[in-house]
């Protein structure tokens, strides 16, 4: 069970469109369709915002949006807005009933 | 309206045990999986344990794998984790979880507590 990688920062300025990368391997992301991504905003618990991969959670803009290609996913966010600035958090099923997680990417709305 | 309240928590010295509890309310508990996930102070999320429904399934994180025993009691609608040998590095803010599904094979959580912390210090 290895952290899953991604980039510890992004950034980009209101309208922009960002693009979170989150790499595993064939064990959890690449074998499994159980990827979702989490904003943190500071002081506060995460909130899921993709799930199965690509599936929105309720009352989630559709500016967000997940995809997947091999042991990599992504996160896209487009038309940024400042309350879009938070942490993300990338994770994945990984089988034997066990789930793991990245080490979480800061993004900064310029 | 979905609620998890994490309990248990403190200042602990290495090598002792502690045990966390999470009460739940607003929707029927046996339904639902549940996990531990904990995060580091300014670190990342970092999933520890998760169990389903009925206790049928249940894992760890290798950081944990024997010395943290995740259980729940449906009729009382409550999650544990009994964390025993700590460690400087259990140190953390520790937050259950509720799966979107009975079982814990995939790795959606829609509803948190707000945490509970740990220290692990001598």
């Known amino acids: 069970q290895s952290a899953l990688t991604q980039p510890r920062s992004v950034s980009g300025s209101p309208g922009q469109s960002v693009t979170i990368s989150c790499t595993g391997t064939s064990s959890d992301i690449g074998g499994h369709n159980y990827v979702s991504w989490y904003q943190q905003h500071p002081g506060k618990a995460p909130k899921v915002m993709i799930y199965d991969v690509n599936k929105r959670s309720s009352g989630v803009p559709d500016r967000f949006s997940g995809s997947k290609s091999g042991n990599t996913a992504s996160l896209t966010i487009s038309g940024l807005q400042a309350e879009d600035e938070a942490d993300y958090h990338c994770?994945?099923?990984?089988?034997?009933?066990?789930?793991?997680f990245g080490g979480g990417t800061k993004l900064t709305v310029l | 309206e979905v609620q998890l309240v994490e309990s248990g928590g403190g200042l602990v010295q290495p090598g002792r045990s502690l045990r966390l509890s999470c009460a739940a309310s607003g929707f029927t508990f046996d339904d639902y999986a549940i996990h531990w996930v904990r995060q580091a102070p300014g670190k990342g999320l970092e999933w520890v344990s998760g169990i389903s429904w009925n206790s049928g399934n249940i894992g760890y994180a290798d950081s944990v794998k024997g010395r943290f025993i995740i259980s729940r009691d449906n009729a009382k609608n409550s999650l544990y984790l009994q964390m025993n040998s700590l460690r400087a590095e259990d140190t953390a803010l520790y937050y259950c979880?509720?799966?979107?599904?009975?079982?814990?094979?995939?790795?959606?959580?829609?509803?948190w507590g707000q945490g509970v912390l740990v220290t692990v210090s001598s």
């Open positions: 979880a509720r799966d979107t599904r009975p079982g814990i094979a995939d790795s959606r959580m829609d509803y």
């Open positions: 994770c994945s099923y990984a089988g034997s009933y066990t789930v793991v």
